[in-house]
């Protein structure tokens, strides 16, 4: 598939989840999905766990403090917002930033499946534990972060949260630190 291909594959679920009305709770209570950006050809694709209020705005992943923040660390290591591909595990923000339910969550993974298949990235960057549970959940995110893990096939990271790290300065110089891994982790893959 080359990169059109891919967009209009990428567009294709964006707009199934545009139109997706299962979990009413969530797309009934927010103002725009959320269904991820970035390059079809991507290296590395981050996965966040759900819209906060910033982005259900714009409709945009990670565009508000945390998104700062994790834009600030791919640039860090020579990329930009354009090269990788960001989303989340549910594209809905849900009401008041609870966590999303388990229900939720299931109802949403075939877009990210759909999305990962696509674009079949080298790299997969959990974004906190809420992502890396539903691939690894055999890891845990204090004693895991910043290491990669291969299974079935595909290189997986786990990483801080970027909100959760925003405001601790240890937690925060513990993601920097993990996050500069990520170019070399890359040039091993093959
Ligand atoms: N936090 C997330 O997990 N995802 C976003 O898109 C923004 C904040």
Do not use: W
């Amino acid at each position: 598939m080359d990169s059109s291909q891919k967009q209009q594959k990428l567009d294709e679920i964006a707009a199934k989840i545009a139109s997706c009305e299962v979990c009413e709770n969530l797309c009934k209570n927010c103002t725009n999905p959320v269904p991820g950006e970035g390059n079809p050809n991507a290296l590395v694709l981050f996965i966040g766990e759900a819209p906060g209020a910033e982005e259900d705005r714009e409709g945009r992943p990670f565009v508000g403090s945390s998104g700062k923040f994790l834009t600030e660390m791919i640039e860090l290591i020579g990329l930009a917002r354009e090269d990788v591909f960001i989303t989340n595990i549910v594209k809905y923000r849900p009401p008041n930033n609870r966590d999303p339910f388990a229900n939720e969550i299931q109802e949403c993974l075939p877009y990210l499946l759909a999305q990962i298949k696509i674009i079949q990235p080298k790299l997969i960057v959990f974004l906190g534990r809420h992502s890396m549970n539903i691939f690894l959940p055999e890891l845990t995110i204090s004693r895991d972060h910043g290491k990669p893990v291969k299974k079935g096939g595909q290189v997986y990271l786990p990483l801080y949260h970027p909100a959760a790290a925003l405001y601790n300065n240890s937690m925060r110089e513990t993601l920097i630190n993990d996050f500069k891994k990520i170019p070399t982790i890359l040039k091993k893959i093959k």
